[in-house]
Protein backbone atom coordinates (compact mmCIF):
# COMPACT_ATOMS: atom_id res chain seq x y z
CA UNK A 1 0.00 0.00 0.00
CA UNK A 2 2.82 2.69 1.05
CA UNK A 3 5.12 1.40 -1.86
CA UNK A 4 2.20 2.19 -4.06
CA UNK A 5 1.42 5.27 -2.94
CA UNK A 6 4.71 6.60 -3.13
CA UNK A 7 5.51 5.44 -6.63
CA UNK A 8 2.05 6.90 -8.11
CA UNK A 9 3.54 10.08 -8.34
CA UNK A 10 6.53 8.62 -10.29
CA UNK A 11 4.62 7.21 -12.88
CA UNK A 12 5.50 9.34 -15.57
CA UNK A 13 6.89 8.81 -19.12
CA UNK A 14 11.11 9.42 -18.89
CA UNK A 15 12.26 12.05 -21.36
CA UNK A 16 14.71 10.36 -24.29
CA UNK A 17 17.71 11.37 -22.72
CA UNK A 18 16.89 9.21 -20.33
CA UNK A 19 16.98 6.38 -22.97
CA UNK A 20 19.79 6.87 -23.92
CA UNK A 21 21.25 6.48 -20.82
CA UNK A 22 19.15 2.99 -20.11
CA UNK A 23 20.12 2.04 -23.64
CA UNK A 24 24.09 2.16 -22.67
CA UNK A 25 23.19 0.47 -19.41
CA UNK A 26 21.09 -2.40 -21.46
CA UNK A 27 17.94 -1.76 -19.58
CA UNK A 28 15.21 -3.98 -20.56
CA UNK A 29 12.94 -1.57 -22.21
CA UNK A 30 13.33 1.72 -24.14
CA UNK A 31 10.01 2.77 -25.17
CA UNK A 32 7.79 3.58 -22.54
CA UNK A 33 9.87 2.96 -19.60
CA UNK A 34 8.66 4.32 -16.49
CA UNK A 35 10.53 5.49 -13.55
CA UNK A 36 8.85 2.44 -11.62
CA UNK A 37 10.50 0.21 -14.10
CA UNK A 38 13.40 2.01 -14.02
CA UNK A 39 13.40 1.72 -9.48
CA UNK A 40 12.52 -2.12 -10.31
CA UNK A 41 15.76 -2.92 -12.78
CA UNK A 42 18.27 -0.15 -10.68
CA UNK A 43 17.47 -2.30 -7.54
CA UNK A 44 18.13 -5.74 -9.44
CA UNK A 45 21.49 -4.36 -10.67
CA UNK A 46 24.38 -6.22 -8.98
CA UNK A 47 26.22 -2.84 -8.38
CA UNK A 48 23.05 -2.03 -6.33
CA UNK A 49 22.81 -5.50 -3.85
CA UNK A 50 26.45 -5.13 -2.94
CA UNK A 51 25.44 -1.42 -1.74
CA UNK A 52 22.24 -1.55 -0.38
CA UNK A 53 21.63 -4.68 -0.35
CA UNK A 54 17.83 -6.85 -1.59
CA UNK A 55 14.61 -7.47 -0.35
CA UNK A 56 12.63 -10.26 -1.36
CA UNK A 57 8.74 -11.56 -0.33
CA UNK A 58 8.79 -14.86 1.05
CA UNK A 59 6.65 -17.17 -0.52
CA UNK A 60 4.14 -18.15 2.32
CA UNK A 61 0.73 -20.01 1.40
CA UNK A 62 -2.23 -18.36 2.43
CA UNK A 63 -2.94 -21.25 4.65
CA UNK A 64 -0.16 -20.98 7.56
CA UNK A 65 -0.39 -16.84 6.95
CA UNK A 66 -1.09 -15.36 10.48
CA UNK A 67 -1.40 -11.87 12.14
CA UNK A 68 2.51 -12.38 13.60
CA UNK A 69 2.62 -11.20 17.36
CA UNK A 70 6.29 -12.94 18.33
CA UNK A 71 9.01 -14.20 16.70
CA UNK A 72 11.52 -16.64 18.08
CA UNK A 73 14.65 -17.85 16.14
CA UNK A 74 15.30 -22.00 17.06
CA UNK A 75 18.65 -23.53 17.18
CA UNK A 76 16.79 -25.81 14.98
CA UNK A 77 17.30 -23.13 12.30
CA UNK A 78 13.60 -22.48 12.01
CA UNK A 79 11.22 -19.88 13.33
CA UNK A 80 8.28 -19.92 15.85
CA UNK A 81 5.69 -17.51 14.62
CA UNK A 82 2.94 -16.61 17.12
CA UNK A 83 -0.36 -15.19 17.22
CA UNK A 84 -2.78 -16.37 19.60
CA UNK A 85 -6.00 -14.98 18.59
CA UNK A 86 -3.90 -12.05 16.78
CA UNK A 87 -5.37 -8.86 17.69
CA UNK A 88 -8.66 -9.96 16.58
CA UNK A 89 -11.83 -10.45 19.04
CA UNK A 90 -13.57 -12.63 16.96
CA UNK A 91 -10.69 -15.39 17.12
CA UNK A 92 -10.44 -14.92 20.66
CA UNK A 93 -14.39 -15.26 20.99
CA UNK A 94 -14.16 -18.31 18.74
CA UNK A 95 -10.69 -19.78 20.43
CA UNK A 96 -8.91 -19.83 16.99
CA UNK A 97 -5.60 -19.15 18.83
CA UNK A 98 -2.17 -19.54 15.82
CA UNK A 99 1.01 -20.31 15.38
CA UNK A 100 3.27 -21.23 12.64
CA UNK A 101 6.71 -23.14 12.15
CA UNK A 102 8.52 -21.78 9.19
CA UNK A 103 12.06 -23.22 8.50
CA UNK A 104 13.79 -20.67 6.07
CA UNK A 105 16.31 -22.95 4.35
CA UNK A 106 13.78 -24.89 2.94
CA UNK A 107 11.06 -22.50 2.88
CA UNK A 108 8.30 -24.99 4.36
CA UNK A 109 5.45 -24.64 7.02
CA UNK A 110 4.00 -26.30 9.79
CA UNK A 111 1.07 -25.49 11.94
CA UNK A 112 1.39 -25.81 15.80
CA UNK A 113 -1.29 -26.08 17.75
CA UNK A 114 -1.74 -23.42 20.19
CA UNK A 115 -3.15 -24.33 23.76
CA UNK A 116 -4.10 -20.60 25.09
CA UNK A 117 -4.36 -17.34 23.83
CA UNK A 118 -0.64 -16.28 24.05
CA UNK A 119 -1.26 -12.98 22.08
CA UNK A 120 1.12 -10.75 23.48
CA UNK A 121 2.36 -12.82 26.08
CA UNK A 122 6.14 -12.71 27.23
CA UNK A 123 8.97 -15.08 25.82
CA UNK A 124 12.53 -16.17 26.06
CA UNK A 125 15.07 -18.62 25.37
CA UNK A 126 15.85 -21.12 28.33
CA UNK A 127 19.40 -22.75 28.71
CA UNK A 128 18.32 -26.07 26.72
CA UNK A 129 16.71 -24.13 23.92
CA UNK A 130 12.91 -24.63 24.71
CA UNK A 131 10.83 -21.33 24.84
CA UNK A 132 9.12 -20.29 28.27
CA UNK A 133 6.08 -18.19 26.93
CA UNK A 134 3.96 -16.72 30.05
CA UNK A 135 0.78 -14.78 29.87
CA UNK A 136 -1.63 -13.49 27.27
CA UNK A 137 -4.89 -12.20 26.72
CA UNK A 138 -8.05 -13.07 29.47
CA UNK A 139 -10.14 -10.02 27.83
CA UNK A 140 -10.07 -7.84 24.96
CA UNK A 141 -10.39 -3.83 25.51
CA UNK A 142 -13.83 -2.42 25.03
CA UNK A 143 -14.16 1.34 25.25
CA UNK A 144 -16.77 3.17 27.60
CA UNK A 145 -19.42 3.24 25.06
CA UNK A 146 -19.00 -0.50 24.11
CA UNK A 147 -19.35 -1.69 27.42
CA UNK A 148 -23.00 -3.10 27.81
CA UNK A 149 -22.28 -5.06 31.04
CA UNK A 150 -21.11 -3.27 34.46
CA UNK A 151 -17.75 -5.13 35.94
CA UNK A 152 -14.90 -4.73 37.89
CA UNK A 153 -12.75 -6.20 40.50
CA UNK A 154 -14.04 -8.68 43.16
CA UNK A 155 -11.98 -10.12 45.85
CA UNK A 156 -12.87 -13.55 46.90
CA UNK A 157 -12.52 -13.83 50.88
CA UNK A 158 -11.87 -17.33 52.54
CA UNK A 159 -12.46 -16.98 56.42
CA UNK A 160 -11.81 -21.15 56.20
CA UNK A 161 -8.41 -21.97 58.05
CA UNK A 162 -8.91 -25.33 56.80
CA UNK A 163 -7.95 -25.53 52.91
CA UNK A 164 -7.85 -23.34 50.17
CA UNK A 165 -10.99 -22.97 47.33
CA UNK A 166 -11.15 -23.00 43.73
CA UNK A 167 -13.93 -21.27 41.61
CA UNK A 168 -14.45 -21.83 37.89
CA UNK A 169 -15.06 -19.00 35.27
CA UNK A 170 -18.10 -18.25 35.50
CA UNK A 171 -18.99 -18.06 38.82
CA UNK A 172 -21.85 -16.13 39.79
CA UNK A 173 -21.78 -13.60 42.75
CA UNK A 174 -25.22 -12.10 43.86
CA UNK A 175 -25.38 -9.12 45.89
CA UNK A 176 -27.55 -8.12 48.65
CA UNK A 177 -30.00 -6.42 46.01
CA UNK A 178 -30.02 -9.70 43.90
CA UNK A 179 -28.06 -8.18 40.96
CA UNK A 180 -25.62 -11.21 39.81
CA UNK A 181 -22.45 -11.06 38.34
CA UNK A 182 -19.82 -13.77 36.52
CA UNK A 183 -16.02 -14.26 36.98
CA UNK A 184 -14.49 -14.43 33.94
CA UNK A 185 -11.59 -16.16 34.95
CA UNK A 186 -10.99 -19.08 37.82
CA UNK A 187 -9.77 -18.27 40.74
CA UNK A 188 -8.08 -20.12 44.00
CA UNK A 189 -8.21 -18.54 47.14
CA UNK A 190 -5.91 -19.80 49.50
CA UNK A 191 -6.91 -21.14 53.48
CA UNK A 192 -7.38 -18.26 55.93
CA UNK A 193 -4.56 -18.08 58.15
CA UNK A 194 -5.03 -19.50 61.78
CA UNK A 195 -2.92 -17.89 64.41
CA UNK A 196 -2.29 -17.86 68.18
CA UNK A 197 -4.69 -19.60 70.27
CA UNK A 198 -2.48 -22.48 72.56
CA UNK A 199 -4.15 -24.16 75.20
CA UNK A 200 -6.53 -21.37 76.65
CA UNK A 201 -6.51 -18.96 74.32
CA UNK A 202 -9.03 -18.21 71.28
CA UNK A 203 -6.98 -18.73 67.85
CA UNK A 204 -7.24 -15.69 65.51
CA UNK A 205 -8.50 -16.01 61.89
CA UNK A 206 -7.23 -14.21 59.25
CA UNK A 207 -9.37 -14.24 55.98
CA UNK A 208 -7.35 -14.80 52.79
CA UNK A 209 -8.24 -13.20 49.17
CA UNK A 210 -7.89 -13.60 45.42
CA UNK A 211 -9.03 -11.13 43.06
CA UNK A 212 -11.19 -11.94 40.01
CA UNK A 213 -12.85 -9.73 37.20
CA UNK A 214 -16.74 -10.38 37.19
CA UNK A 215 -19.69 -8.95 34.68
CA UNK A 216 -23.34 -8.79 35.50
CA UNK A 217 -25.38 -11.36 33.99
CA UNK A 218 -27.60 -9.16 32.45
CA UNK A 219 -26.98 -5.70 30.18
CA UNK A 220 -27.73 -1.93 31.33
CA UNK A 221 -26.95 0.18 34.34
CA UNK A 222 -28.84 -1.78 36.94
CA UNK A 223 -25.38 -3.52 37.45
CA UNK A 224 -23.52 -0.69 38.60
CA UNK A 225 -22.76 0.39 41.88
CA UNK A 226 -20.51 2.47 44.00
CA UNK A 227 -21.05 1.01 46.90
CA UNK A 228 -18.84 -1.41 49.44
CA UNK A 229 -20.73 -4.67 49.72
CA UNK A 230 -20.43 -8.17 50.18
CA UNK A 231 -21.86 -10.81 47.49
CA UNK A 232 -22.98 -14.42 47.70
CA UNK A 233 -21.37 -17.02 45.87
CA UNK A 234 -24.01 -19.13 44.33
CA UNK A 235 -24.28 -22.44 44.98
CA UNK A 236 -22.53 -22.39 48.61
CA UNK A 237 -24.47 -23.65 51.60
CA UNK A 238 -24.63 -23.50 54.72
CA UNK A 239 -20.80 -23.05 56.47
CA UNK A 240 -19.23 -22.57 52.90
CA UNK A 241 -21.43 -19.80 52.44
CA UNK A 242 -20.65 -17.93 55.52
CA UNK A 243 -16.54 -18.63 55.31
CA UNK A 244 -16.64 -17.98 51.05
CA UNK A 245 -17.99 -14.73 49.86
CA UNK A 246 -16.99 -11.83 47.65
CA UNK A 247 -16.51 -8.09 48.50
CA UNK A 248 -16.52 -5.10 45.51
CA UNK A 249 -16.27 -1.73 46.05
CA UNK A 250 -17.25 -0.33 42.70
CA UNK A 251 -18.87 -2.15 39.31
CA UNK A 252 -19.32 0.30 36.44
CA UNK A 253 -19.68 0.76 33.21
CA UNK A 254 -16.28 2.38 32.65
CA UNK A 255 -13.87 1.11 29.91
CA UNK A 256 -12.25 -2.07 30.37
CA UNK A 257 -8.85 -2.87 29.16
CA UNK A 258 -7.27 -6.00 27.59
CA UNK A 259 -6.42 -8.61 31.01
CA UNK A 260 -3.72 -10.97 31.16
CA UNK A 261 -3.86 -14.57 31.93
CA UNK A 262 -1.22 -16.18 34.79
CA UNK A 263 -0.49 -19.69 32.18
CA UNK A 264 2.87 -20.31 31.40
CA UNK A 265 4.31 -22.97 28.84
CA UNK A 266 7.40 -23.86 27.09
CA UNK A 267 7.85 -24.83 23.29
CA UNK A 268 9.93 -27.51 22.37
CA UNK A 269 11.77 -26.87 18.99
CA UNK A 270 12.45 -30.92 18.90
CA UNK A 271 8.97 -32.21 19.37
CA UNK A 272 7.42 -28.57 17.98
CA UNK A 273 4.94 -28.63 20.66
CA UNK A 274 3.41 -26.24 23.72
CA UNK A 275 3.91 -28.17 27.18
CA UNK A 276 1.79 -26.63 30.31
CA UNK A 277 4.31 -25.52 33.29
CA UNK A 278 3.47 -23.19 36.13
CA UNK A 279 1.22 -20.96 36.65
CA UNK A 280 2.43 -17.17 37.31
CA UNK A 281 1.02 -15.49 40.88
CA UNK A 282 -0.27 -12.45 38.32
CA UNK A 283 -2.01 -12.71 34.98
CA UNK A 284 0.09 -10.50 33.09
CA UNK A 285 -0.42 -8.98 29.49
CA UNK A 286 2.65 -7.34 27.70
CA UNK A 287 5.07 -8.86 30.06
CA UNK A 288 8.85 -8.43 29.45
CA UNK A 289 10.77 -12.34 30.37
CA UNK A 290 14.38 -12.15 30.98
CA UNK A 291 16.75 -14.90 31.17
CA UNK A 292 18.71 -14.44 34.36
CA UNK A 293 22.65 -15.69 34.81
CA UNK A 294 21.39 -18.68 36.62
CA UNK A 295 19.34 -19.49 33.83
CA UNK A 296 16.25 -18.39 35.67
CA UNK A 297 13.66 -16.49 34.69
CA UNK A 298 12.71 -12.69 35.62
CA UNK A 299 8.70 -11.46 34.58
CA UNK A 300 7.99 -7.65 34.99
CA UNK A 301 4.99 -5.91 34.30
CA UNK A 302 2.18 -6.47 32.15
CA UNK A 303 -1.72 -5.76 32.71
CA UNK A 304 -2.85 -7.90 35.43
CA UNK A 305 -6.70 -9.70 35.09
CA UNK A 306 -8.42 -6.55 36.32
CA UNK A 307 -6.72 -4.84 33.16
CA UNK A 308 -4.23 -2.83 35.79
CA UNK A 309 -0.05 -2.37 34.91
CA UNK A 310 1.07 -5.18 37.59
CA UNK A 311 2.29 -3.20 40.51
CA UNK A 312 5.85 -4.11 41.11
CA UNK A 313 4.59 -7.82 41.88
CA UNK A 314 7.40 -9.50 39.81
CA UNK A 315 8.15 -13.50 39.64
CA UNK A 316 10.95 -15.73 38.81
CA UNK A 317 10.94 -18.64 36.63
CA UNK A 318 12.96 -22.07 37.19
CA UNK A 319 12.86 -23.87 34.43
CA UNK A 320 14.46 -27.01 36.60
CA UNK A 321 11.07 -27.55 38.72
CA UNK A 322 8.71 -25.64 36.30
CA UNK A 323 7.71 -23.57 39.11
CA UNK A 324 7.18 -19.24 39.89
CA UNK A 325 8.20 -17.58 42.71
CA UNK A 326 8.71 -14.33 44.23
CA UNK A 327 11.01 -11.81 42.95
CA UNK A 328 12.03 -8.28 43.89
CA UNK A 329 9.42 -5.72 43.63
CA UNK A 330 9.78 -2.71 41.09
CA UNK A 331 6.98 -0.94 38.92
CA UNK A 332 7.96 -0.71 35.19
CA UNK A 333 5.43 0.04 31.90
CA UNK A 334 4.55 -2.66 30.33
CA UNK A 335 7.14 -4.98 27.67
CA UNK A 336 10.45 -3.08 29.33
CA UNK A 337 13.35 -3.14 27.45
CA UNK A 338 15.94 -4.84 29.98
CA UNK A 339 19.48 -5.81 29.42
CA UNK A 340 21.96 -8.30 31.63
CA UNK A 341 24.84 -6.63 32.46
CA UNK A 342 26.30 -8.10 35.55
CA UNK A 343 25.71 -11.80 37.89
CA UNK A 344 22.88 -9.60 39.73
CA UNK A 345 22.43 -6.45 38.02
CA UNK A 346 19.74 -5.56 34.47
CA UNK A 347 19.44 -2.15 32.73
CA UNK A 348 16.39 -0.73 31.84
CA UNK A 349 16.95 1.57 28.95
CA UNK A 350 13.41 3.31 29.14
CA UNK A 351 12.26 1.78 26.36
CA UNK A 352 8.64 -0.07 26.23
CA UNK A 353 5.88 -0.49 24.60
CA UNK A 354 2.79 1.09 26.14
CA UNK A 355 0.54 0.95 29.42
CA UNK A 356 1.30 2.93 32.47
CA UNK A 357 1.30 6.71 33.64
CA UNK A 358 3.84 8.73 32.11
CA UNK A 359 5.66 9.58 35.05
CA UNK A 360 6.15 6.06 36.37
CA UNK A 361 8.94 3.40 35.54
CA UNK A 362 10.18 4.71 32.52
CA UNK A 363 13.64 6.83 33.47
CA UNK A 364 16.52 4.18 32.59
CA UNK A 365 19.04 3.16 34.81
CA UNK A 366 20.55 -0.03 37.04
CA UNK A 367 19.06 -2.44 38.68
CA UNK A 368 20.16 -4.26 41.07
CA UNK A 369 18.03 -7.87 41.51
CA UNK A 370 20.06 -8.79 44.91
CA UNK A 371 19.41 -5.40 47.14
CA UNK A 372 16.15 -4.09 45.19
CA UNK A 373 18.26 -0.53 44.49
CA UNK A 374 17.79 1.18 41.26
CA UNK A 375 20.42 3.82 39.95
CA UNK A 376 19.35 6.16 37.64
CA UNK A 377 21.18 7.43 34.44
CA UNK A 378 21.21 10.94 32.73
CA UNK A 379 21.71 11.93 29.51
CA UNK A 380 19.26 10.89 27.42
CA UNK A 381 17.62 13.37 24.91
CA UNK A 382 13.71 13.39 24.62
CA UNK A 383 13.11 11.19 27.49
CA UNK A 384 9.40 11.54 27.11
CA UNK A 385 9.48 9.64 24.08
CA UNK A 386 10.72 6.41 25.01
CA UNK A 387 7.53 4.37 23.94
CA UNK A 388 7.34 1.73 21.25
CA UNK A 389 11.41 2.87 20.93
CA UNK A 390 14.14 -0.17 20.03
CA UNK A 391 16.98 -0.84 22.44
CA UNK A 392 19.99 -3.38 21.29
CA UNK A 393 22.99 -4.52 23.35
CA UNK A 394 25.55 -3.09 20.52
CA UNK A 395 28.26 -5.37 19.63
CA UNK A 396 30.44 -7.11 20.81
CA UNK A 397 28.43 -6.97 24.49
CA UNK A 398 31.90 -7.09 25.92
CA UNK A 399 31.78 -3.47 25.69
CA UNK A 400 28.34 -2.97 27.66
CA UNK A 401 27.33 -0.15 25.03
CA UNK A 402 23.56 0.50 24.31
CA UNK A 403 21.87 2.00 22.11
CA UNK A 404 18.50 3.90 22.16
CA UNK A 405 16.47 4.23 18.60
CA UNK A 406 13.63 6.32 17.99
CA UNK A 407 10.39 6.52 19.84
CA UNK A 408 6.89 7.85 20.62
CA UNK A 409 5.02 9.99 22.80
CA UNK A 410 2.90 8.28 25.31
CA UNK A 411 0.07 6.54 24.31
CA UNK A 412 -1.70 7.12 21.46
CA UNK A 413 0.83 10.62 20.97
CA UNK A 414 1.71 11.57 17.21
CA UNK A 415 4.99 12.70 19.16
CA UNK A 416 7.79 10.82 17.32
CA UNK A 417 11.90 11.46 17.34
CA UNK A 418 14.61 10.85 15.11
CA UNK A 419 16.89 10.58 17.98
CA UNK A 420 19.76 7.71 18.90
CA UNK A 421 21.44 7.75 22.45
CA UNK A 422 24.36 5.67 23.27
CA UNK A 423 25.72 4.52 26.58
CA UNK A 424 29.14 3.15 27.57
CA UNK A 425 27.99 0.84 31.03
CA UNK A 426 31.59 0.26 31.86
CA UNK A 427 32.28 3.67 32.81
CA UNK A 428 32.20 4.64 36.30
CA UNK A 429 29.16 7.06 35.83
CA UNK A 430 27.85 5.75 32.96
CA UNK A 431 25.39 8.50 30.62
CA UNK A 432 23.71 8.50 27.67
CA UNK A 433 25.16 10.78 24.64
CA UNK A 434 23.90 11.65 21.74
CA UNK A 435 23.83 9.34 18.74
CA UNK A 436 23.49 9.71 14.81
CA UNK A 437 19.66 11.02 13.85
CA UNK A 438 17.86 8.58 12.07
CA UNK A 439 16.54 9.44 8.54
CA UNK A 440 12.99 10.21 9.79
CA UNK A 441 10.90 11.08 13.08
CA UNK A 442 10.33 7.04 13.90
CA UNK A 443 8.71 4.86 16.02
CA UNK A 444 8.38 1.14 16.22
CA UNK A 445 12.26 0.47 14.23
CA UNK A 446 12.75 -2.64 14.09
CA UNK A 447 16.91 -3.41 14.98
CA UNK A 448 18.88 -6.16 14.56
CA UNK A 449 22.66 -7.49 14.88
CA UNK A 450 24.71 -8.45 12.40
CA UNK A 451 27.81 -10.65 12.21
CA UNK A 452 29.64 -7.86 11.33
CA UNK A 453 29.15 -5.96 13.86
CA UNK A 454 26.61 -3.39 12.22
CA UNK A 455 22.82 -2.96 13.38
CA UNK A 456 20.23 -3.32 10.94
CA UNK A 457 17.27 -1.20 11.60
CA UNK A 458 14.20 -0.90 9.12
CA UNK A 459 10.17 0.60 8.58
CA UNK A 460 8.60 1.75 11.29
CA UNK A 461 5.90 5.17 11.26
CA UNK A 462 6.01 8.31 12.46
CA UNK A 463 2.90 8.35 13.68
CA UNK A 464 1.17 6.06 16.38
CA UNK A 465 0.05 2.75 14.57
CA UNK A 466 1.02 4.32 11.12
CA UNK A 467 -1.47 6.83 10.99
CA UNK A 468 -1.89 9.31 8.54
CA UNK A 469 0.06 6.78 6.11
CA UNK A 470 2.93 7.68 7.79
CA UNK A 471 4.74 4.42 7.38
CA UNK A 472 8.54 4.77 6.71
CA UNK A 473 9.60 2.55 3.73
CA UNK A 474 13.29 2.96 4.86
CA UNK A 475 16.08 0.65 5.71
CA UNK A 476 19.85 1.76 7.24
CA UNK A 477 22.95 0.08 8.46
CA UNK A 478 24.11 1.41 11.67
CA UNK A 479 28.23 1.67 11.73
CA UNK A 480 30.05 1.97 14.94
CA UNK A 481 33.34 2.61 13.46
CA UNK A 482 31.81 5.52 11.99
CA UNK A 483 28.97 6.08 13.87
CA UNK A 484 26.82 7.23 10.96
CA UNK A 485 23.82 5.34 9.36
CA UNK A 486 24.45 4.31 5.80
CA UNK A 487 20.96 3.79 3.45
CA UNK A 488 19.98 0.03 2.60
CA UNK A 489 17.74 -0.77 -0.07
CA UNK A 490 13.62 0.68 0.90
CA UNK A 491 11.07 -1.96 1.88
CA UNK A 492 8.14 -2.70 -0.01
CA UNK A 493 5.95 -3.75 2.93
CA UNK A 494 5.05 -1.12 5.49
CA UNK A 495 5.25 -2.09 9.01
CA UNK A 496 4.57 -0.16 12.66
CA UNK A 497 2.31 -1.94 15.40
CA UNK A 498 3.08 -5.68 15.72
CA UNK A 499 6.19 -6.07 13.60
CA UNK A 500 9.57 -8.34 14.31
CA UNK A 501 12.43 -8.33 12.46
CA UNK A 502 15.13 -11.53 13.38
CA UNK A 503 18.82 -12.69 12.13
CA UNK A 504 18.61 -15.69 10.54
CA UNK A 505 21.52 -18.22 10.59
CA UNK A 506 22.33 -17.50 6.80
CA UNK A 507 22.84 -13.69 7.69
CA UNK A 508 19.74 -12.28 6.33
CA UNK A 509 16.85 -10.89 8.57
CA UNK A 510 13.22 -11.80 7.99
CA UNK A 511 10.77 -9.46 9.16
CA UNK A 512 6.92 -9.90 10.30
CA UNK A 513 3.93 -8.34 10.88
CA UNK A 514 2.14 -4.35 11.12
CA UNK A 515 -1.21 -3.31 12.31
CA UNK A 516 -2.07 -0.35 11.40
CA UNK A 517 -5.14 1.57 12.88
CA UNK A 518 -6.34 3.18 9.61
CA UNK A 519 -6.03 1.86 5.73
CA UNK A 520 -6.13 5.37 4.25
CA UNK A 521 -4.81 9.02 4.92
CA UNK A 522 -7.94 10.63 6.20
CA UNK A 523 -8.05 7.69 8.86
CA UNK A 524 -11.75 6.85 8.01
CA UNK A 525 -11.25 3.08 6.97
CA UNK A 526 -10.19 0.50 9.17
CA UNK A 527 -6.61 -0.69 8.97
CA UNK A 528 -5.89 -4.71 7.57
CA UNK A 529 -3.20 -6.72 9.97
CA UNK A 530 -0.24 -7.23 7.63
CA UNK A 531 0.70 -11.05 7.08
CA UNK A 532 3.37 -10.83 4.26
CA UNK A 533 7.34 -12.11 5.11
CA UNK A 534 10.03 -9.92 3.61
CA UNK A 535 13.49 -11.11 3.40
CA UNK A 536 16.40 -8.38 3.70
CA UNK A 537 19.61 -9.88 2.06
CA UNK A 538 22.79 -7.26 3.18
CA UNK A 539 25.43 -6.14 1.28
CA UNK A 540 27.54 -8.54 2.20
CA UNK A 541 25.79 -11.63 0.82
CA UNK A 542 26.61 -9.88 -2.33
CA UNK A 543 30.54 -9.39 -1.99
CA UNK A 544 31.35 -12.34 -3.53
CA UNK A 545 31.93 -16.25 -2.19
CA UNK A 546 31.20 -16.66 1.63
CA UNK A 547 33.54 -17.75 4.46
CA UNK A 548 33.56 -21.40 4.61
CA UNK A 549 32.53 -22.62 7.95
CA UNK A 550 32.15 -25.88 9.77
CA UNK A 551 32.50 -27.26 13.13
CA UNK A 552 34.31 -30.17 13.78
CA UNK A 553 34.65 -30.64 17.58
CA UNK A 554 32.20 -30.90 20.10
CA UNK A 555 29.56 -28.24 20.06
CA UNK A 556 27.90 -28.57 23.60
CA UNK A 557 30.77 -27.13 25.90
CA UNK A 558 30.86 -24.97 29.34
CA UNK A 559 32.22 -20.80 29.17
CA UNK A 560 36.40 -21.04 29.13
CA UNK A 561 36.09 -24.11 26.95
CA UNK A 562 37.08 -23.98 23.53
CA UNK A 563 35.02 -24.58 19.98
CA UNK A 564 37.02 -25.80 16.97
CA UNK A 565 35.94 -25.26 13.21
CA UNK A 566 37.87 -25.47 9.73
CA UNK A 567 37.48 -23.24 7.09
CA UNK A 568 39.26 -23.14 3.64
CA UNK A 569 39.55 -19.26 4.47
CA UNK A 570 41.22 -18.68 7.78
CA UNK A 571 43.86 -16.37 6.73
CA UNK A 572 40.97 -14.04 5.30
CA UNK A 573 38.86 -14.36 8.58
CA UNK A 574 38.77 -11.43 10.58
CA UNK A 575 36.60 -12.22 13.77
CA UNK A 576 34.55 -14.87 14.91
CA UNK A 577 31.29 -14.13 16.63
CA UNK A 578 28.56 -16.12 19.45
CA UNK A 579 25.00 -14.69 18.69
CA UNK A 580 22.95 -15.57 20.62
CA UNK A 581 19.48 -16.23 18.84
CA UNK A 582 16.38 -13.34 18.53
CA UNK A 583 12.97 -13.61 20.68
CA UNK A 584 11.31 -10.67 19.42
CA UNK A 585 7.77 -9.04 19.81
CA UNK A 586 6.53 -5.23 19.75
CA UNK A 587 10.54 -4.07 18.08
CA UNK A 588 11.79 -5.81 21.81
CA UNK A 589 14.44 -8.36 21.45
CA UNK A 590 14.12 -10.21 24.71
CA UNK A 591 17.45 -12.52 23.87
CA UNK A 592 19.71 -11.04 20.89
CA UNK A 593 23.18 -10.41 21.71
CA UNK A 594 26.60 -10.59 19.75
CA UNK A 595 29.57 -12.21 21.97
CA UNK A 596 32.93 -11.90 20.21
CA UNK A 597 35.16 -14.57 20.86
CA UNK A 598 39.18 -14.96 21.15
CA UNK A 599 40.32 -16.94 18.01
CA UNK A 600 43.93 -18.93 17.67
CA UNK A 601 44.85 -19.80 13.70
CA UNK A 602 46.59 -23.04 12.34
CA UNK A 603 46.42 -24.07 9.14
CA UNK A 604 42.59 -24.61 7.94
CA UNK A 605 41.61 -24.61 11.76
CA UNK A 606 40.31 -22.07 13.83
CA UNK A 607 39.93 -22.69 17.84
CA UNK A 608 37.89 -20.28 19.77
CA UNK A 609 37.27 -19.36 23.46
CA UNK A 610 34.18 -18.72 25.14
CA UNK A 611 34.27 -16.50 27.89
CA UNK A 612 33.58 -17.45 31.12
CA UNK A 613 31.25 -14.26 32.66
CA UNK A 614 27.77 -15.63 33.10
CA UNK A 615 26.44 -12.30 32.74
CA UNK A 616 28.15 -11.71 29.08
CA UNK A 617 27.55 -15.73 27.75
CA UNK A 618 24.12 -16.72 29.16
CA UNK A 619 23.75 -20.55 29.16
CA UNK A 620 22.14 -21.69 25.76
CA UNK A 621 22.33 -22.06 22.30
CA UNK A 622 24.01 -19.48 19.85
CA UNK A 623 25.09 -18.96 16.41
CA UNK A 624 28.40 -18.89 15.62
CA UNK A 625 29.69 -16.26 12.46
CA UNK A 626 32.84 -16.10 10.89
CA UNK A 627 33.41 -12.83 9.25
CA UNK A 628 36.28 -12.23 6.46
CA UNK A 629 38.08 -9.21 6.12
CA UNK A 630 35.27 -7.63 3.64
CA UNK A 631 33.09 -8.17 6.66
CA UNK A 632 31.30 -10.93 4.85
CA UNK A 633 29.63 -13.28 6.97
CA UNK A 634 30.10 -17.32 6.72
CA UNK A 635 26.32 -19.70 7.32
CA UNK A 636 26.40 -19.97 11.45
CA UNK A 637 26.91 -23.05 13.22
CA UNK A 638 24.96 -24.11 16.04
CA UNK A 639 26.47 -24.31 19.41
CA UNK A 640 25.11 -24.75 22.57
CA UNK A 641 27.07 -23.49 25.97
CA UNK A 642 26.15 -24.93 29.01
Known sequence: MQRRSRLKARKTWLGAGVVVVLAGLNAPALIGFTEEQYHK????????????????????????????????????????????????????????????????????????????????????????????????TGAYEALKGDVKRAGGAMLVKNEDPNGARSFPKGTVFRSPSGVEYRSEHAVRVPAAKKTGGGRTGTPKVTASEARVFVEATENGPQGITNATEQYRIKGLKGKDADNLYGIANKLGLDKKDFQGIKNSYEFDPVTEKFTEVGPMSEARWYPTLTTLTDGRVLAVSGLDDIGQVVPGKNEIYDPKTRTWSKGPSRYFPTYPSFFVTGKDTLFYSGSNAGYGPADKGREPGLWNLKTNAFTPVSGLTHPDILETSASV?????????????????????????????????????????????????????????????????TGGSKDYRGRGESNILRSQIYDQTKNAFTPAAAPTVGRNYHTEALLLPDGRIAVFGSDPLFSDKANTRPGTFEQRVEVFSPPYLFHGDRPALTATGDTDVARGDTLDFRSENTADIDRMRLMHP?????????????????????????????????????????MVFATDKDNTPSQAQWVHIR
Request: charged fraction near 20%; include cysteine; hydrophobic fraction near 35%.
Open 582 to 622: GSVTHVTDFDQRSIALTMKKSGDRIKVTVPTDKSLVPAGWY
Open 41 to 136: YEINRPEYKAKHGHWALADMPGSYQLNSIHAVMLHTGKVLLIAGSGNDVKHFHGGSFRSTLWDPAKNTFKKIDTPEDLFCAGHAQLPDGRILVAGG
Open 393 to 457: LLPPAQDKRVMVLGGGGVGESHKSTARTSIIDLGKDKPAFRTGPQLPEQTRYLNSVLMPDDTVFT
